[in-house]
């Protein structure tokens, strides 16, 4: 997501920072630019008119012109008003109630709601410890009950028995039953969609409001329909009141309009980006982070969570432990990229990077997810002893191994090269000792390695 954007405006403040000094007429030259790169993201113009405004009136009235390093002032205040504008600060989800606590999934037929309510369920059971149930009142859309029921199974969560003929109505008064008489946290509700609003949809989504009183409406809008979603959210808002929106199908997202668009317009928080099919890909919305990374300034505290979840303490020290001891086998080599892919492959990693941006084309297809793949293949082709020890790999073990693996031995022989400046690395940490690294021996570490 924003990647278009995110490209437009790195270009644009990559030329900034040539410059020595800024005039209000280079200030109105950006600003233009940058208009023109939300225009393009799909961003609604009254909130492009606005933020243009707004930041044009703080980048003057900061004595840009007159500062020393005035691109820099410019990019931070562009950095700040985008955060501002996709909401300032991250919005939790609240369930501060006697539980349950009932959650409301609203939205249009299609925008994902059904896999959402699943991947949140996941979310609240694997990183809250919470007892969840998840229940579908979509009496319409064939098999629509059935697919929950098979998505609460395979996130490991409960689902409401269904009892054919039932109303939404009714099958909202028995799961707020069950869920109170069996001691649920937290209730999930999948209301039905339509294809597009209309007052039959509002009444029954009304009419479920009011009796299951949640303490969450969140409505789950496609970011791939653009300024559609924009409008969804304002009628969504306006008529059945939400408390904040979950976005779906962002990965195949590149301008990022919406996401832009929907806090200014409905004045409620995203809270949630479903960032992937698979039900674990499903992430907080952080503006803040959000806005770094459409300024290829990289989201560092998003990777050090991914990498906090990836490794345990446990693994950490472990690992930590067998470089002070200089060694490296290939069986940590595999470790260590089956951990890259639980936090999401390289590219994933990459996009959290600063600077990335600037080079991403650079490196686009010599570096990706299925070099992983090959590499793990290539590891898993060759014997315990060879893992153990490399150094018995010779020119026929280097064939068998990447027959094996589906690959050239070529490849086979860059791994082998890679594990072994990873072996050198070691042992020169080793060498060094912690007092080393710390009196700047990583820096020559480094650059042993070019």
Sequence with gaps: MF??????????????RKRGVLTVADIDAVMREVRIALLEADVALPVVKEFIASLKEKALGANVVQNVNPAQMVIKLTNDHLAELLGSEHQALNLA????????????QGSGKTTSTGKLALRLKSKQNKKTLVASLDIYRPAAQQQLEQVAKQAGVASLPIVAGEKPQQITERALKTARLEGYDVLLLDTAGRLHIDDELMAELQSVKQLANPIETLLVADSLTGQDAVNIGKTFHERIGISGIVLTRVDGDGRGGAALSMRAVTGQPIKFL??????????????????????????????????AEAVSQQDAEKMAAKMMEGQFDFDDLLDQLRKMKKMGGLGSMMNLLPGMGKIKDQIEGKIDDKMIARQEAVILSMTQKERKHPKLINASRRVRIAGGAGV??????????????????????KKMGQKGMMRGGLQQLLG???
């Design 3 to 16: 990647s278009s954007l995110s490209n437009k405006l790195t270009g644009i403040f990559g030329n900034l």
């Design 97 to 108: 109630t006697t539980p349950p606590a009932v959650i409301m999934m609203v939205g249009l």
């Design 274 to 307: 479903g960032v992937g099919e698979k039900l674990d890909e499903f992430e907080e919305f952080h503006p803040s982070r959000i806005a770094s990374r459409i300024l290829d300034m990289g989201d560092i505290v998003s990777l050090v969570e991914k990498a």
């Design 408 to 429: 050239q031995v070529q490849d086979v022989n860059k791994l082998l090269r890679q594990q072994q400046q990873m072996q050198d690395m070691m042992k020169k940490m």
């Design 448 to 450: 042993g390695l070019r």
